[in-house]
């Protein structure tokens, strides 16, 4: 008999987490019997049912109550349905992703004494989140569950380094550093046929550069830092260039407010404005065909843990920009597959993005080593082999 396994994420919506979360998943089940479990989405995203179409025949349960938002009494009610999952499955490991799944998820399986509790941090609000109360408290919380946790996945050697000797939330013997793994075979596919798509989608001429910045809109991500250096490059009088904001968010109101008080236009997924250089997709299912319709993928944020837009766009063979927070400078070859930035300037990001604007052969070169980074770093054979031996290995300990 195949050991049990729940895995719990916070939602199961277009992003990193649930793009990670369930092709592997979908792999860990030749070895395990899997649940997954998963909250409810927000109303700015969009729920990922394009990945239960191709990852099939998986078997999970949606937790109403268990949401972003804090609430003391639903999340109570969270509990308690993750709890009576988790008994009625006999579950020998609970694997969880994300914060509030996180805390609920590890203590309800500490409570019916799930001998394997393990808990991967695919990002953190260690810092840029919250005011000093609300930071000491979140750290606070994470040092009393990691006491509990039998191991603490960390998704690159930096972000290690984070939770062991800068926010002191495991000892180093708890902590094992397995990298995210991406399913190439829906991002490889049809690559030529996606970008003309892509870009006969937003009626972009053979010569426009395409620049993407992909995620949650939300003040953490920095979306300001991208508009501000686009309006840069605008006010130089660049042409032909396409900015793109890939996603939603809390953040997009003002976004859209400070473009208009600076009299630049913009488009939106519902009122397309034709003379715009600025568009706001919204979210998008088929992100093969975002990532292949980029010539360059950036990322601005304050915070991150391992960013899963600069690996995808990596695969497909884009340069990448980035700002050097959390673990991103794992995530890529600075200075080879892309550009690291060490500051939020204006002016830096500028910078980079001017270089490999005015430079076709250096987005060529980088573009093709950063494929050849990307797939010999993070195939995701690599990830579903080390978690199997990770599961296996802690199992076997409780049985000595």
Request: net charge positive; glycine share 6%; charged share 20%.
């Amino acid at each position: 008999m195949k050991p049990k396994v729940v895995i719990i994420l916070n939602r199961l919506v277009i992003g990193g987490q649930a793009v990670d979360t369930i092709p592997l998943a979908y792999y860990l089940k030749n070895n395990f019997d899997i649940l997954v479990l998963y909250g409810q989405k927000e109303k700015d995203e969009v729920e990922a049912l394009f990945l239960l179409e191709q990852y099939p025949n998986l078997t999970l349960k949606k937790i109403a109550p268990l949401k972003r938002t804090i609430n003391p009494l639903i999340d109570v009610w969270a509990f308690f349905l993750i709890l009576r999952q988790i008994k009625n499955f006999k579950a020998a490991v609970v694997h969880t992703h994300g914060s509030k799944s996180g805390l609920l998820g590890r203590l309800a399986a500490y409570m019916v004494r799930v001998p394997v509790r393990i808990h991967t941090f695919h990002g953190h609000l260690f810092h840029s989140y919250f005011n000093t109360a609300g930071t000491w408290l979140v750290k606070f919380i994470e040092r009393k569950m990691a006491a509990i946790t039998s191991v603490i996945i960390a998704l690159s050697e930096e972000q290690k380094k984070e939770l062991v000797e800068v926010f002191k939330i495991a000892r180093k013997e708890k902590v094992e550093v397995i990298g995210l793994g991406v399913d190439d075979r829906n991002l490889l596919m049809h690559d030529d046929e996606k970008r003309i798509s892509f870009r006969e989608n937003f009626r972009l001429n053979s010569n426009a550069i395409a620049i993407g910045i992909i995620g949650r809109v939300v003040p953490i991500k920095n979306h300001m830092l991208f508009l501000k250096t686009a309006q840069q490059l605008l006010d130089e009088k660049y042409t032909n260039l396409y900015f793109f904001i890939v996603g939603d968010g809390e953040s997009n109101n003002g976004l859209m407010d400070y473009l208009n008080t600076n009299h630049i236009a913009f488009s939106t997924n519902t009122n397309h404005n034709p003379s715009a250089n600025i568009i706001f997709t919204s979210w998008m299912e088929d992100m093969a065909s975002v990532y292949h319709g980029m010539d360059i993928v950036m990322l601005t944020s304050f915070n991150e843990g391992t960013p899963l837009s600069i690996i995808e766009a990596q695969f497909c063979g884009k340069p990448v920009i980035a700002t050097n927070v959390g673990g991103v400078k794992d995530t890529f070859k600075a200075g080879v597959s892309g550009i690291l930035l060490n500051s939020h300037s204006v002016s830096d990001c500028a910078t980079a993005l001017k270089q490999l604007i005015n430079d076709a052969t250096l987005r060529k070169s980088m573009g093709e080593k950063a494929f050849g980074f990307a797939t010999n770093k993070f195939a995701k054979t690599h990830e579903v082999n080390a978690i199997t031996d990770l599961y296996l290995q802690q199992l076997a300990k409780t049985n000595s």
